[in-house]
């Protein structure tokens, strides 16, 4: 079985995130690391290889500093890797990075591809099945339990209520959630023998695609911090003094009532 998996290189989720003066997400000094969600997708991609035989491909797009997340994901077991790098980009939306993805994807043998249901930098839950779409395949989203068998894919994702099992045929598309499983390390011998890996970097170009065409239809202009959570305030008094009090401020200041 020839797998795919999707990779992005997003911040740290326990770095301090500070802005810079234009409202952008300064980057120095912040560790870069694999979205989170897309590791449950590589460790779901090993364990059916295990089980089935294959091969599984990384695929990411990113500038330099991604390879070290592709790395990350060939010491972890994946076989080979593509990095579309094009400095002729610039600024992609979720609608460019798809068309960019899929035209990266169609040069791969593909039975199935894999994804982690959103990015924790954005949130937007977009690109995979933004992807499926422009390969026409089926795609299923949110599953925390996948069994690939005879050609075809059936997982399990929760509904209000209980669980929703869905049966979909080869190839098709599949974005993961946490639970699915637990995410392995990379080994000692994962990490030497990732450097000995294929890893192709490529432009745009090369996948046929012309970079002034993929601007971004969409651009976040700036980004807010939440505002810092306060400290609370001690009410003295009795019981019934102090419940007084507490309405008194909940009406008033924090006008909640």
């Known amino acids: 079985m020839n797998i795919v998996v999707l990779v992005k290189q997003t911040f740290d989720t326990e770095a301090k995130i ?7 997400i ?3 000094g912040i560790n870069l690391v694999i979205n989170p969600l897309d590791e449950y997708a590589i460790e779901e991609a090993l364990r059916l290889k295990e089980k089935l035989g294959g091969d599984v491909t990384v695929v990411t797009l990113g500038g330099d500093r991604a390879q070290e997340a592709i790395r990350t994901a060939l010491a972890m077991g994946a076989d080979k890797a593509i990095l579309v790098n094009d400095p002729a980009l610039g600024e992609v939306d979720e609608g460019a990075a798809a068309e960019i993805l899929a ?4 040069t791969l043998p593909c039975d199935l591809l894999l ?5 924790t930098d954005k949130g937007s839950a977009q690109v995979a099945v933004r ?3 422009q390969l026409g395949l089926p795609s299923i989203s949110s599953i925390t339990k996948l069994d690939v068998a005879e050609g075809k894919a059936v997982g399990v994702r929760v509904i209000d209520g209980g669980n929703e099992t869905l049966e979909v045929s080869l190839p098709t598309v599949v974005t993961v959630v946490q639970g699915i499983n637990e995410p392995r ?4 011998a994962g990490i030497m023998k990732a450097k000995k890996k294929p890893l192709s970097t490529v432009k ?5 695609l012309n970079a002034s065409d993929l601007a971004a239809q969409m651009k976040v202009m700036k980004f807010t911090l939440p505002v810092p ?4 305030k001690k009410l003295p008094g009795e019981a019934a003094e102090a419940a007084h009090e507490l309405a008194r401020l909940l009406r008033e200041e924090a006008k909640i009532l």
């Open 18 to 24: 500070a802005l810079n003066a234009e409202g952008k």
């Open 115 to 119: 994804a982690g249901v959103m990015d």
């Open 131 to 133: 992807l499926a779409e």
């Open 229 to 232: 959570r306060q400290g609370g």
């Open 204 to 208: 745009v170009a090369d996948l046929g």
């Open 185 to 188: 390390y990379p080994s000692v």
């Open 103 to 106: 035209a990266a994807v169609k």
């Open 26 to 28: 300064d980057p120095n």
